[in-house]
Every structure is written in C-alpha cells, then in structure tokens.
C-alpha cells in the first residue's frame, strides 16, 4: 500500500507571496492532520481534518488554513508569506477509527 | 509547553539494547504514549504505541509505568540505521493531535 504522498516536495517562495501544499493520505485513511517542523519551535500541530471538517486547529495565525477533499486528499495554504514560515510541512494520516497517525515525507518550504 | 520530557541525546554501542527514556507526568486518561522517529528531517516514523499496558512489536518494546507518568522505549539490538531522533509524544483522543517534544537524538556506534 502506497504512503502517504506530498506535493511539492520543495519550495521557494519570496516574502508576501502565498503557496499551496498538497497532501494524499494512504488508501483508506480519512484523518488528515498537518505539522509545522521548524528549529526552533519543533513539531508543532495545525490542523485535523476528517470527513471534510476541521476538527482541530493549532495555535496558528489565520494565514495559514486548510481544507479537505470528498476522497479524503487534503491542502493547505499560507498567505502572505513572511521569513518565519519558513520550514518542513508535514502531512499524517490515520484511518477513521484509528488514532495511529502516518506521516508523509514534508513538503520543505523556504521564504526568502 | 511540551508534554513530554527526554533526554537531548544518547549513544549505544552497535547490538546492543538501546532504552530511552520518557517522562510524561501530567498526561491524562485518554491520552496515549507514542514513539516516533526521524531520520534526516524526513517524515516521522511510527514506531509503537500503548495507553495502560506494555507492548511489542517487531521494532520495539515500550514499558509504561503503572501510574503513566513516565515510559521506556526499548530498541532490543541496535544498528546503525537506528540512529535518528526519536520522539516520545502524547496524542489525545479528544483533540485528535499528537503534542511533540524536542525528542532524543540516538546515536548508534559500531
């Protein structure tokens, strides 16, 4: 069975700009939560979405959103990008019960 | 604040058992214990997760205290591929979010 899969898998944007990251869970899982990866902050937590809605959501500015898909693929997007978004995004997905999350490989950003 | 407090690093000897340690003293009932690792900033892998009870698996035992506060990662024979940083995080079934720490990084020396 495929992983889960993120497009693109790097980025370079210039400040101001906004970009959209793209993540497909593995066959079957409807959970799809996304994580900030940065030095200085570490893993942290942005957003869970099953079924379409958010049922979570981290302490995060409202540039940064998401959303999901009918087929469970999900996107997220930053707006008006400044130097400290800079990081790895990382997407996991788990199945409907199931609370076993699998990550994907990131989608490395970098805000110049 | 992080829910989890580790050791920054570690290092074991080539086939050797590694057991890294974990303290999650304020966790709560339906919070479960979860070890992941990453290896050059890819994705975090799964490696094993408990609520109450010890478990195992083909990667890895974990040992949980009987109270919760406080959980140990076994690595039975380690290699050089084991070397990563390896996270003990919470994921709380209410809020549906894993809470990480800033993990253990495991080096494995031949």
């Known amino acids: 069975k495929a992983g889960v899969t993120q497009t693109p898998r790097y980025l370079i944007k210039t400040r101001g700009q906004q970009v959209t990251l793209s993540c497909s869970p593995i066959?079957?899982?409807?959970?799809v939560s996304w994580y900030q990866q940065t030095p200085g902050q570490g893993l942290q937590f942005l957003f869970e979405y099953f079924s379409e809605t958010q049922r979570n959501k981290g302490n995060f500015p409202g540039r940064f959103s998401g959303r999901q898909f009918s087929n469970s693929r999900s996107e997220m997007n930053v707006s008006t990008l400044e130097l400290g978004d800079s990081a790895l995004y990382l997407c996991?997905?788990?199945?409907?019960?199931?609370?076993?999350?699998?990550f994907g490989p990131g989608t490395r950003l970098l805000v110049l | 604040d992080a829910k989890t407090t580790q050791p920054p690093s570690m290092d074991c000897a080539e086939g050797r058992a590694a057991n890294l340690p974990c303290n999650h003293s304020?966790?709560?009932?339906?919070?479960?214990v979860y070890w992941y690792r990453q290896i050059h900033s890819q994705g975090p892998q799964y490696i094993i997760h408990?609520?109450?009870n010890n478990e195992t698996n083909e990667m890895a035992s974990l040992i949980i205290t009987e109270d919760r506060k406080s959980s140990t990662l076994i690595l039975p024979h380690a290699t050089l591929r084991d070397t990563a940083v390896y996270y003990c995080?919470?994921?709380?079934?209410?809020?549906?979010?894993?809470?990480f720490g800033a993990g253990t990084t495991v080096t494995v020396r031949a």
């Open positions: 995080t919470l994921y709380n079934s209410n809020d549906y979010k894993l809470s």
């Open positions: 066959s079957g899982h409807r959970s």
């Open positions: 408990g609520l109450k």
């Open positions: 996991a997905s788990s199945l409907p019960q199931g609370e076993t999350q699998y």
């Open positions: 304020t966790i709560s009932g339906n919070e479960y």
